[in-house]
T-cell receptor, first 109, second 113 residues
């Protein structure tokens, strides 16, 4: 079966750095996406990785290792507004997104 | 922000009644998707469309049907609502299926009593 695993909840301090991990087992791979979802709102796109390595976009970076079925989202200089759920999703061989259950990130002052 | 709206935003209905949710886009994107989101689960694909009158089933399609008669509108119908269909429903659009992100509508919170 297809499976995406990510921690249910993480806590971090304002101004610090946090890494959210995602491991996957899917039938085929056509890219990995990270989305942010604030409570009661729609998911919004953060990043896309299809090749191994690190993609940096401002305070957010995303890493992919296809051989290990592993990705992480790195958030630097955390701000209170970063409190949200972070969703990992893999596009399978049928070009359908398989979603993890999301990681709820709590930022403390 | 991508131009994508959903209606209604909230609905309470009784078991056994039919319900139709509407997704409307102004981006002229070819692909449209309906997902449901439940606590402890990732987003799960119900149905998707890759063009006018071209639709296909997703992971959790039982009890749902869809129609797309115009590029901009994608309708999701619960033929006879059940309590297990209480959920938040998101519509998403995408320019292409490969390598392009999906943009999500604001969601519809449906409660079946």
């Amino acid at each position: 079966g297809q499976n995406i695993d990510q921690p249910t909840e993480m806590t971090a301090t304002e101004g610090a750095i946090v890494q959210i991990n995602c491991t996957y087992q899917t039938s085929g791979f056509n890219g990995l996406f990270w989305y942010q979802q604030h409570a009661g709102e729609a998911p919004t796109f953060l990043s896309y990785n299809v090749l191994d390595g690190l993609e940096e976009k401002g305070r957010f970076s995303s890493f992919l290792s296809r051989s290990k079925g592993y990705s992480y989202l790195l958030l630097k200089e955390l701000q209170m507004k970063d409190s949200a759920s972070y969703l990992c999703a893999v596009m399978d061989s049928n070009y359908q997104l398989i979603w993890g259950a999301g990681t709820k990130l709590i930022i403390k002052p | 922000d991508a131009g994508i709206t959903q209606s209604p935003r909230h609905k309470v209905t009784e078991t056994g009644t039919p319900v139709t949710l509407r997704c409307h886009q102004t981006e002229n994107h070819r692909y449209m998707y309906w997902y449901r989101q439940d606590p402890g689960h990732g987003l799960r694909l119900i149905h998707y469309s890759y063009g006018v009158k071209d639709t296909d089933k997703g992971e959790v399609s039982d009890g749902y049907s869809v129609s797309r008669s115009k590029t901009e509108d994608f309708l999701l119908t619960l033929e006879s609502a059940t309590s297990s269909q209480t959920s938040v429903y998101f519509c998403a659009i995408s320019e292409s299926e490969e390598g392009y992100e999906q943009y999500f509508g604001p969601g519809t919170r449906l409660t079946v009593t």
